[in-house]
């Protein structure tokens, strides 16, 4: 069903009984040319553009739980194309002219939200670098303005500039980035997906991978065998887990994030604020709840849930970068697993095994990639040859020397 | 992680005084080991579902290395040996 | 006094009257009334709007699980906004101010989006809003923004000071009602280290509201009783007015005490100026 204003006030004479389920519940069928594993943005997007820009229908994504009950379904919605090195910013620049056309291509509305990031900075040589990362950002044709302390305190007066330890002397801002609604995202792209003819089968766990030489025949899952012809891996936090099962071993760890988000509140705050003194990061969704997150949790995790002492140390950066913050209650938080990789950046790529794909590394920025990454793993899939702006996320990139560490930490994973 | 770590120096102690260091499982490999076995050793994890052992270094307490056997899906620890008794046991 | 307010009964103390403010009404309660209930002695049936059509509210509970009763207390950067009236302990110069109302809470512009519920249907907003295209970010956004959101946060910096300390003990019992009591008591009696959290003010849970008699004596009676026996036990301790909101790894839990919310400016100068505590209890 188009949604419409017709079918909105026609829905609404029959007491919005008719509305019809917004993606199938279809039983496995035997065999399908191309199964993704895991019903997170990525997967979904990618089943969407395979069925829709190349032609293949005969999809399958198989997720563990209910669709939306990882990342995609986790994350604090912040969508933006701010990154330093020529190895990322194309593909993210490419993500953001997929985000602004996405309600219309999809009929459905997703929320993007172009309401500004700004990444505060403060010391001079903080400043020097984000004038970097800025001058970065035109070469490859997106623009960002450097905001000075005057201009700012006008823009967000709430700041606490004068703090002794991380005086606030501007920020550099992307006026197009802001946020999306993220379970829209993944329904979104479910409903597209399902329209084009693709099987999004939930509850349906990968337990196996079943070879026959050097392919992929199919995978075992807790709803039978299922064969394919192409396998494609997009379990985010469990990748490494799926990985294995074709002894796949990849340059990633996993690390629990977690997120907050206060009780509602008027609007308030009207930007993404990024603190550059740590690693915290706030917005305002359009219910008012305040979100906000900071560091993963230091340690390798598959908890899916996190502990007190980083939600008390975010808690801490929010105070100092927003004093009055102390007197809003958080309502809830809750946490996800990162697929962290040894360079902060996300692998996209072909593997040693034929006919298998992975989509893996994304660490805690894959929300803003998911159009690109959708598109990009699609374009793989289908043609067997990356998508330009994806080419620099390959697997054997560390052995090349062509690691792309946006953050310049080396491989450490918890520290990207 | 476990709010808690008991170091085998200095008893029950929270977690926060220790920095974690990355998989304890990794051989170090020979100086002139091959390409492979060096990007091995530097970029490939296993990232285990379950047991794992990492280097944890007590920070802010003695500071000594120490290997926690730490289960990585319900965070239990089930040892903590000190880095280089371990190492002096299995002959590394 | 209103038809609400009985001449006797319940645990408010009549020889001391409060004065309080909502919406900037004078009205009266009495030591021991929480704001909800002092509001009900004052006839204000109405106190809140709800979230999405603006629709009137009363209210439903006499604790935390309270959805409607939610007002903002105190002014400028002392604002608190979303607070629980049932939960919120009256204290002289009080004032509350309703939310999500505008211009007023008995004449609320917002509440005509109600004519629209039938087309508002559960989800509806992914369903439209996206003609035309470029009407989302400058129109539609900024108005559900608007409409949605209850209380208002000043973001000002905040004048108060909080503290954080650590708790630890062999027994921890998140709740004061009969089962806590009693649970703490036999536990306290047999030399553990005990800590008894409630977030209400007044220990005794249910046995606040219960009106049979126990020990042959008024069930909160025997409640004070066993919280005074408590209170001799040096390896009790007693923790009103903290709420118990995590269990993390290894027995931590976290939990937040109200130290001086209960009052309009808190003590300055003295040992305990802190408005609230962050509370990681070791078990
Ligand atoms: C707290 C938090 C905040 C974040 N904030 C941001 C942000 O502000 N901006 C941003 O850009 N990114 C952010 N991220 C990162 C972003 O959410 C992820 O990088 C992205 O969602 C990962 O891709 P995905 O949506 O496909 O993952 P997921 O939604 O996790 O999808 C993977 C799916 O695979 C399924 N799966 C796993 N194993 C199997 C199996 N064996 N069989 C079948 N299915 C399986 C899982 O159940 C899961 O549904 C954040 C993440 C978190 C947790």
Request: charged content about 20%; glycine content about 10%; overall charge positive.
């Amino acid at each position: 069903m188009r949604y419409s204003a017709f079918s909105i006030f026609r829905n609404a004479l029959s007491g919005n009984l008719t509305w019809k389920s917004q993606w199938r519940k279809p039983e496995p069928k035997p065999h399908y040319d191309v199964i993704i594993v895991g019903g997170g943005g990525h997967g979904l997007a990618a089943a969407y553009y395979l069925a829709k820009e190349f032609g293949i229908r005969n999809v399958a994504v198989l997720e563990k739980g209910y669709l939306g009950s990882g990342n995609v379904g986790r994350n604090t919605t912040i969508v933006r194309s701010n990154y330093m090195l020529a190895g990322n910013e194309p593909f993210y620049e490419f993500s953001m002219k997929l985000w602004e056309g996405l309600e219309q291509e999809l009929n459905y509305n997703v929320m993007l939200s172009q309401r500004g990031v700004i990444m505060l900075y403060h010391s001079d040589g903080q400043r020097d670098a984000y004038i970097r990362r800025g001058n970065a950002m035109w070469m490859e044709g997106v623009a960002a303005e450097l905001i000075e302390r005057d201009a700012l305190k006008k823009m967000i007066p709430f700041l606490n500039y004068d703090n002794a330890r991380y005086p606030i002397l501007g920020g550099l801002l992307q006026r197009r980035a802001g946020t999306a609604r993220h379970d829209a995202v993944a329904w979104g792209y479910a409903r597209g997906a399902d329209r084009h003819g693709v099987d999004v089968i939930e509850h349906c766990e990968v337990t196996a991978i079943r070879r026959d030489g050097g392919r992929v025949t199919g995978v075992e899952t807790t709803r039978g065998f299922i064969g394919c012809g192409k396998l494609a891996l997009a379990a985010a936090g469990n990748s490494s887990q799926v990985g294995q099962m074709a002894d796949l071993k990849l340059p990633l760890e996993s690390y629990v994030l977690q997120a907050f988000v206060t009780e509602g509140l008027k609007p308030c705050i009207d930007h993404v604020i990024v603190y550059g003194g740590g690693h915290f990061y706030i917005s305002q969704s359009d219910k008012g709840g305040l979100v906000f997150g900071g560091a993963i949790d230091g340690y390798s995790s598959y908890a899916q849930r996190g502990n007190l002492a980083t939600a008390e140390h975010v808690m801490e950066e929010g105070v100092s970068m927003i004093p009055g913050l102390s007197r809003v209650r958080v309502l809830r938080s809750w946490a996800g697993i990162m697929d962290m990789s040894m360079d902060g950046s996300p692998i996209v790529d072909r593997t040693p095994i034929d006919n298998l794909y992975v989509n893996a590394g994304w660490c805690y920025g894959g929300f803003k990639a998911t159009p690109a990454s959708g598109y990009c793993f699609a374009h793989l899939i289908a043609r067997n040859d990356a998508h330009p702006v994806a080419r620099p996320f390959r697997l054997d990139r560390f052995a090349r020397g062509y690691a792309i560490d946006e953050a310049g930490v080396g491989p450490q994973p918890n520290l990207h | 992680m476990a709010s808690l770590i008991t170091c085998p120096h200095c008893g029950v102690r929270p977690k926060e005084e220790f920095t974690i260091r990355g998989d304890a499982s990794l051989m170090r490999p020979a100086p002139m080991a091959s390409e492979e076995a060096w990007h091995d050793y530097v970029y490939v994890r296993a990232n285990p579902r379950g047991r794992s052992f990492e280097h944890w270094q007590h920070a802010a307490g003695c500071r000594r290395f120490l290997v926690v056997e730490r289960d990585t899906l319900t965070h239990e620890v089930h040892s903590v040996t000190d880095g280089a008794v371990l190492a002096t046991r299995s002959g590394r | 006094m209103s038809a609400y307010r009985l001449p006797t009964g319940g645990l408010v103390d009549r020889s001391r009257p409060l004065a309080f403010r909502f919406d900037g009404r004078s009205m009266r309660g009495f030591a021991g009334d929480t704001l909800a209930s002092a509001l009900l002695a004052n006839d204000q049936v109405l106190v809140g709007r709800s979230f999405k059509y603006h629709r009137p509210r009363g209210i439903v509970s006499a604790g935390s699980s309270e959805p409607n009763a939610l007002v903002t207390i105190g002014f400028g950067a002392r604002s608190d906004p979303n607070t629980k009236a049932t939960v919120t302990e009256l204290y002289a110069g009080l004032a509350a101010r309703s939310q999500n109302r505008w211009p007023a809470l008995s004449f609320d512009v917002g509440a005509v989006t109600g004519l629209l519920s039938p087309f508002l249907a559960v989800g509806f907003y992914y369903k439209t809003f996206m003609w035309p295209a470029a009407f989302w970010e400058k129109v539609y956004e900024p108005l559900i923004r608007r409409a949605s959101g209850l209380g208002r946060a000043v973001l000002e910096p905040d004048p108060e000071r909080y503290e954080k300390s650590w708790a630890h003990c062999d027994l921890l019992i998140v709740g004061a009602g009969p089962t806590g009591l009693m649970a703490a008591l036999t536990a306290g009696r047999a030399g553990l280290r005990v800590i008894l959290a409630d977030e209400d003010f007044r220990l005794g849970g249910s046995l606040l509201s219960e009106a049979r008699v126990i020990d042959s004596v008024a069930a909160h009676v025997f409640a004070d009783r066993v919280v005074a026996e408590l209170q001799t036990l040096p390896n009790v301790t007693l923790f009103p007015r903290t709420t118990v909101f995590g269990w993390y790894d290894d027995n931590v839990l976290g939990a937040v005490e109200r130290v001086q919310k209960h009052v309009a400016e808190p003590a300055s100068g003295t040992a305990q100026p802190r408005r609230r505590r962050s509370l990681p209890i070791w078990v």
